[in-house]
C-alpha cells in the first residue's frame, strides 16, 4: 500500500526460512571469524594491500552482499527483505524520529570509544586502518563499501539473526544476546577490545531495531558511522 512518502508500511507474512538456512548461516559466520581472527595472531600489523580496492574493498562488497542475499532470498519462498527491514517511514514524523535514534546511537557510540580511549588508552585499529581509503577514488569506492556492510550487517544480524535465533530459543532476548554475539565475533580479527565493544554495540542496535520495530534507524547510524570511519580519519 503506497504512503505519503512512497514507501510500502506493510508485506505480506514471509514463510520462516528452514533450521539448516539458519545453521549454515551461523556456521558460515563462525568459520570466517575463526578463520581471520587466527591470521592475525602474531601480527601486530597487517601488510597494507598493493590495491585496497581490488584485494580489500571488492571482496567487502561481494562478501557482504551475498550474506544479504542469502538472509533475504537465497532458500527461501520468496524475497524476505521487506519483512526483515521491517517498519518504514509512513509519515515525515516518523523519518525524523528515526534520523534522531540514528543520530543518538551513532554518538553514544562514538562518546563510547572516547571513554575507552581515556580508560585503557586507544583502541589497536592497525586492521582497520589498513583499509582507510587515501585518494579519491578510494574514498569514493569507500562510500559503496560503507552503504552495502553497514546494511548487509543490520540485515543479517538484527534483522535475520536477532529474529531466527530468538524463534529457536523461544526468548526474544536470547535471541538478541545471540546476535549480539555473534556480531562481537566477528570482530575477533580487531582484538578482545573490539570484540568487546561489539557486543555491546550489537545490544543496542538490537535493541533500537526491535524497539522501532524496524532496522532503518541502525542501518542509517551505522553506514553513517562507516562512511565518517573513511572519510574524515581516513
Known amino acids: 500500500m503506497p504512503t505519503s512518502l512512497g514507501l510500502p ?12 538456512h539458519t545453521f549454515g548461516l551461523v556456521a558460515l559466520l563462525l568459520a570466517v571469524a575463526t578463520v581471520g581472527t587466527l591470521s592475525s595472531l602474531g601480527r601486530a600489523v597487517p601488510a597494507l594491500p598493493a590495491s585496497r580496492i ?14 544479504a542475499l542469502y538472509v533475504a532470498r537465497l532458500g527461501r519462498g ?11 517511514w509512513d509519515t515525515a514524523g516518523r523519518a525524523l524520529l528515526d534520523a534522531a535514534f540514528a543520530l543518538l546511537i551513532a554518538a553514544l557510540i562514538v562518546l563510547t570509544e572516547h571513554a575507552w ?9 592497525a586492521w582497520s586502518n589498513a583499509l582507510l581509503p587515501t585518494t579519491l577514488l578510494e574514498r569514493t569506492v569507500w562510500v559503496v563499501v560503507a ?8 540485515l543479517v544480524y538484527r534483522g535475520y539473526l536477532q529474529r531466527e535465533l530468538g524463534a529457536l530459543a523461544r526468548s526474544q532476548a536470547l535471541g538478541l544476546v545471540a546476535q549480539a554475539a555473534l556480531f562481537a565475533i566477528a570482530h575477533g580479527q580487531q582484538g578482545a577490545g573490539a570484540v568487546a565493544r561489539s557486543f555491546v554495540y550489537g545490544i543496542g542496535f538490537g535493541v533500537l531495531a526491535t524497539a522501532r520495530k524496524s532496522l532503518v534507524p541502525g542501518m542509517l547510524a551505522h553506514v553513517g558511522l562507516d562512511v565518517a570511519a573513511g572519510l574524515v580519519h581516513g
Open 78 to 88: 520468496r524475497n524476505a527483505l521487506g519483512e526483515l527491514v521491517g517498519r518504514r
Open 117 to 125: 580511549a581515556a580508560r585503557f588508552g586507544a583502541p589497536d585499529r
Open 147 to 154: 552503504v552495502t556492510v553497514g546494511t548487509s550487517e543490520e
Open 9 to 20: 508500511t506493510e508485506t505480506r507474512a514471509v514463510p520462516r526460512p528452514p533450521l539448516w
Open 54 to 67: 581490488l584485494e580489500g574493498y571488492l571482496p567487502l562488497l561481494v562478501v557482504n552482499g551475498s550474506l
